[in-house]
C-alpha cells in the first residue's frame, strides 16, 4: 500500500485533498491525525509541515508526496518529481525598497538579503558571480528591509500584493513553480505499479481542467462547417434528431476558446447549446 505525504494546513493542503477526491479517494478529517487511511483507493495518508515532504519522501517515511517545487528544489533531497499538478503555481524573486534604484543583477553585490530559500538563491547568486550575504529567515520575510534586517528579500510572489504593501517591488524572477508529485526513487515493482494507476487518475484530472462538454443541435447541412469549428478528443460526435435534417453535435472544448466558438456555432444555425462542466478526460 502506498503512503502518501500532503501538507497538514497551508495553501497546498486543500487542494491536494480535492485532488485525491477528483481520483475518487476519500479522506477523512485530517485535522486532528497525523495519519489517516483513504477510502477508494489503497492509500495512506501521512499529514506533514510542507518543509518535510522531500525528506520524508527520500527517507521512505512517505512513498510519494504533494509539495511545491520551490521546496524540493531547496531541499536538494534524492526524490523523483513525477507531475506537474497544475495548482500552488507562484514564484520566488528578488525584491527591493520601491525607491532604490535598480539597473540589473550587479546591484546585489555586497548586499544583505533575506529569504526562507537560501539554498536556491546562493545557487542563483553564484551562477551571475553576485558575492551577497544571504540572512536565512522563516516567516515574515517582506518585513525585513523596513526593519533594517535586510536589503532585499528573495522570497514567493503570486499576485504581488505582499510586495505592494510592504513597500517592495520585483527586479528578477528566478525560479517559477507548482504544486509537483513526488516519489521515492526506490519504490518496489508493486508499489510503482500503484503510482501508475494514481498518475493516470491525476492526469486525466489535470487534462479535463478549463475542459468543457457542448451539445447543440445543428442542420445536417452545416456539419462540416461545425466539424471544422469544434475539433473534440478525436473529432465531434454526430447523433441523429427524430426530426429530419437536424442532427446533435457533441464535443469537448478548451474554455478559452468556449466563447467565440459558441458565436460562430449561432452563425451556423446552431440551437439549443448547452456547455456543461467536465470532471475527467481520458485520451
Ligand atoms: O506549515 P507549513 O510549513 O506546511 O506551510 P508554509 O507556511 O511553509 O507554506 P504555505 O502553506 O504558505 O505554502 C505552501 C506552498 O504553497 C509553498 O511552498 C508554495 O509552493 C505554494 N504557494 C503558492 C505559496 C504562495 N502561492 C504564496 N503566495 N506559498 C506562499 N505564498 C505567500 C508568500 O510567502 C508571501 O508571503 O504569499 C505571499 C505572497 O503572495 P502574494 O499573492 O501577495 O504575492
Ligand atoms: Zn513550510
Known amino acids: 500500500m502506498l503512503k502518501i505525504a500532503i501538507q497538514a494546513k497551508g495553501r497546498l493542503n486543500e487542494q491536494s485533498l480535492e485532488l485525491l477526491a477528483d481520483a475518487g479517494i476519500r479522506v477523512g478529517d485530517s485535522k486532528r491525525k497525523l495519519i489517516t487511511r483513504a477510502k477508494g483507493f489503497d492509500l495512506e495518508v501521512l499529514y506533514l509541515r510542507d518543509d518535510d515532504i522531500p525528506q520524508a519522501v527520500a527517507m521512505g517515511v512517505a512513498d510519494i508526496g504533494i509539495v511545491g517545487q520551490n521546496e524540493v528544489a531547496e531541499k536538494s533531497e534524492d526524490v523523483r518529481e513525477v507531475m506537474g499538478l497544475g495548482f500552488g503555481a507562484c514564484r520566488i524573486s528578488l525584491a527591493l525598497p520601491k525607491e532604490e534604484e535598480y539597473t540589473d543583477i550587479e546591484w546585489f553585490q555586497n548586499k544583505r538579503v533575506a529569504t526562507s530559500y537560501p539554498a536556491i538563491l546562493g545557487r542563483f547568486f553564484q551562477e551571475k558571480g553576485i558575492y551577497a550575504h544571504i540572512h536565512r529567515i522563516e516567516g515574515s520575510v517582506e518585513i525585513a528591509p523596513s526593519i533594517g534586517m535586510a536589503d532585499a528579500i528573495f522570497d514567493i510572489v503570486s499576485s504581488g500584493a505582499t510586495l505592494i504593501s510592504n513597500g517592495l517591488k520585483e527586479v528578477e524572477s528566478v525560479f517559477e513553480s507548482e504544486a509537483?508529485?513526488?516519489?521515492?526513487?526506490?519504490?518496489?515493482?508493486?508499489?510503482?505499479?500503484?503510482?501508475?494507476?494514481?498518475?493516470?487518475?491525476?492526469?486525466?484530472?489535470?487534462?479535463?481542467?478549463?475542459?468543457?462538454?457542448?451539445?447543440?443541435?445543428?442542420?445536417?447541412?452545416?456539419?462540416?462547417?461545425?466539424?471544422?469549428?469544434?475539433?473534440?478528443?478525436?473529432?465531434?460526435?454526430?447523433?441523429?434528431?427524430?426530426?429530419?435534417?437536424?442532427?446533435?453535435?457533441?464535443?469537448?472544448?478548451?474554455?478559452?476558446?468556449?466563447?467565440?466558438?459558441?458565436?460562430?456555432?449561432?452563425k451556423i444555425g446552431a440551437e439549443g447549446i448547452l456547455v456543461l462542466a467536465l470532471e475527467n478526460m481520458i485520451r
Request: glycine fraction near 4%; aromatic fraction near 6%; proline fraction near 7%.
Open 180 to 266: 509537483v508529485l513526488i516519489a521515492n526513487p526506490k519504490l518496489s515493482e508493486e508499489k510503482l505499479a500503484e503510482l501508475d494507476e494514481l498518475t493516470f487518475r491525476f492526469e486525466s484530472i489535470i487534462e479535463s481542467e478549463g475542459m468543457k462538454y457542448v451539445l447543440m443541435n445543428l442542420p445536417v447541412s452545416q456539419i462540416d462547417a461545425a466539424v471544422a469549428l469544434l475539433p473534440g478528443m478525436r473529432s465531434p460526435t454526430v447523433l441523429p434528431l427524430a426530426q429530419e435534417g437536424w442532427c446533435s453535435i457533441h464535443s469537448v472544448i478548451s474554455e478559452d476558446v468556449l466563447w467565440p466558438t459558441i458565436r460562430q456555432l449561432k
